[in-house]
């Protein structure tokens, strides 16, 4: 059974680094296919894909905020990372942290139950 | 960048009926797209993939159709716990993106 869970901090102040970690379990991502990837999701808005990481150190990032994200893995501690630089009252939002496998069903299953993090001074 | 319009925005119904929640991309995405289903509280849940396969556990009520551009869900009689938000989202091309979302609520 694959899961897993968002960490970090709830609360973060304008012009912050918020750094958010996906622990994971039920696969391996030093397995040919498997990516981890965050969404985020402000309140009462849409989904917003941020970054992507797969097996092989690729890495996909949104183009509008990829001067502030950075997306990294320890795959000895089944964890991804997920910086963002310069955070600001509009990127309060939950965040999750999906599984991916290109070799497999190739969609973002399952997801984390997410964190809420709110930018405020 | 590939643009997801969902319509409705809101799709008022009741319990029993037929529920066709649309999903349109600005170019065509072939047959990569798929179905979330988002209850209150929760994180979205994968329900159809590949345009119209279903995901491991979803009832045979709710089918995905199209290919292309143009894409549909239909729930064919509506239970009380299919009241929620749904989205779509394309893996064609990067970056992934997803629609605005059609929420569905009780009439």
């Known amino acids: 059974q694959i899961t897993l869970k968002e960490s970090g901090p709830t609360l973060v102040k304008p012009t912050q680094t918020l750094t958010l970690t996906c622990t994971f379990s039920?696969?391996?991502?030093?397995?040919?296919?498997?990516?981890v990837g965050w969404i985020r999701q402000p309140p009462g808005k849409a989904l917003e894909w941020l970054a992507f990481i797969f097996w092989n150190d690729e890495k996909y990032y949104r183009p509008s905020l990829k001067s502030r994200l950075t997306i990294s893995k320890d795959t000895s501690k089944n964890q991804v990372t997920l910086t963002m630089t310069n955070m600001d009252p509009v990127d309060t939002a939950s965040y999750y942290c999906a599984h991916r496998n290109v070799y497999g069903l190739s969609w973002l299953d399952p997801w984390g139950q997410g964190t809420l993090v709110t930018v405020s001074s | 960048e590939i643009e997801l319009t969902q319509s409705p925005a809101t799709l008022s119904l009741s319990p029993g009926e037929r529920a066709t929640l649309a999903c349109r991309a600005s170019q065509s995405v072939s047959s990569d797209l798929a179905w979330y289903q988002q209850k209150p509280g929760q994180a979205p849940g994968l329900l159809i993939y590949?345009?119209?396969n279903r995901a491991t556990g979803i009832p045979d009520r709710f089918s995905g159709s199209g290919s292309g551009t143009d894409f549909t869900l239909t729930i064919s009689s509506l239970e009380p716990e299919d009241f929620a938000v749904y989205y779509c989202q394309q893996r064609r091309s990067w970056p992934l993106t997803f629609g605005q979302g059609t929420k569905l609520e009780i009439k």
């Open positions: 590949d345009a119209s």
């Open positions: 039920g696969f391996s991502l030093s397995s040919a296919g498997v990516g």
